[in-house]
């Protein structure tokens, strides 16, 4: 092979290389950051760009589109010493390429530790149950902290999520057990609330027997006035009668006593005949 045709194919390896070199195209949704002998010089927009060879050389590609930056699960001592686990996702833009690339190492690491700390932050301020029941409330005031810090790095929140806020398993446990506590505790006042009606209803149940049984007995004892009275208007001076009267009581009283199926032994009164036997003298000399 000739020298000429070696240079020939050595001006066309350079040419090709050179045109490669000065010729890019940046595809849509990223744009690169151009640098001349080490020193920023311009960032290349999507579509195709002509950069001069060897001079200038593409250092950063960065991609424009919506980025999903996952927060890990890290855990979080509230105000009131309670332990919680939580994490997030951040949508993040970028907006400024240059300051992207030049204001921090790594915008993705720096804007997830941001939040991480900003979180433990301002979940550190609340106490336990405040955390857990305000979600929302705690990724307006992340989104909201972290903004300014956003910007200075040419980076735009378009959003936090808040995947998770639970408390740890010492706290779960510790939880559980004091809501058995607090359950407990609500069965015995319940319990403790019924036996007091039922007690007091006992009580008036005693009290309104008492007064109808004493209603009761003074209704009797009225009624034993009343016919005692009458008898003895009716009879007057006369004791047969009454003596009569009492006798025939008694004996159904004795009758009564004897059929009852528990009566084995019946004990009559000894002056039993002399009354009955002075009962039938007097009303024999009566006649």
Do not use: C, H
């Not at 579509?47 to 593409?58: E, F, H, S």
């Amino acid at each position: 092979m000739s020298s000429g045709l070696i240079v020939v194919i050595a001006l066309v390896v350079f040419v090709a290389v050179t045109l490669a070199k000065g010729l890019r195209v940046v595809p849509q949704g990223e744009e690169w950051v151009v640098q001349r002998m080490g020193k920023y010089l311009r960032t290349l927009l999507p579509g195709l760009n002509i950069i001069i060879p060897y001079l200038d050389d593409v250092a950063y590609k960065v991609v424009t589109k919506d980025i999903i930056l996952d927060v890990q699960e890290q855990e979080v001592i509230t105000r009131d010493n309670a332990v919680i686990r939580t994490n997030a996702v951040a949508f993040i833009k970028v907006t400024d390429p240059v300051k992207a690339v030049y204001g921090v190492t790594d915008f993705s690491e720096a804007i997830r530790n941001l939040i991480m700390t900003t979180l433990r932050s301002i979940v550190g301020e609340m106490d336990l149950d405040q955390a857990l029941s305000s979600r929302d409330k705690i990724k307006v005031r992340l989104r909201e902290s972290i903004a300014d810090e956003a910007i200075d790095w040419g980076l735009t929140v378009k959003s936090v999520e808040i995947q998770d806020i639970n408390p740890s398993d010492s706290m779960q446990r510790a939880m559980e057990q004091q809501a058995s506590a607090e359950r407990e505790r609500k069965a015995m006042v319940t319990r403790s609330e019924g036996q007091k009606q039922s007690m007091i209803l006992e009580a008036e149940a005693r009290l309104e027997s008492a007064k109808r049984d004493a209603t009761a007995q003074v209704t009797l004892a009225e009624a034993s006035a009343e016919s005692i009275r009458r008898v003895t208007a009716s009879l007057g001076e006369q004791q047969l009668p009454m003596m009569y009267l009492l006798g025939e009581k008694y004996i159904a009283a004795l009758n009564k006593l004897g059929e009852s199926p528990n009566a084995k032994v019946v004990v009559l009164p000894a002056d039993l005949q002399d009354a009955v036997a002075g009962i039938f003298a007097r009303a024999g000399g009566k006649g």
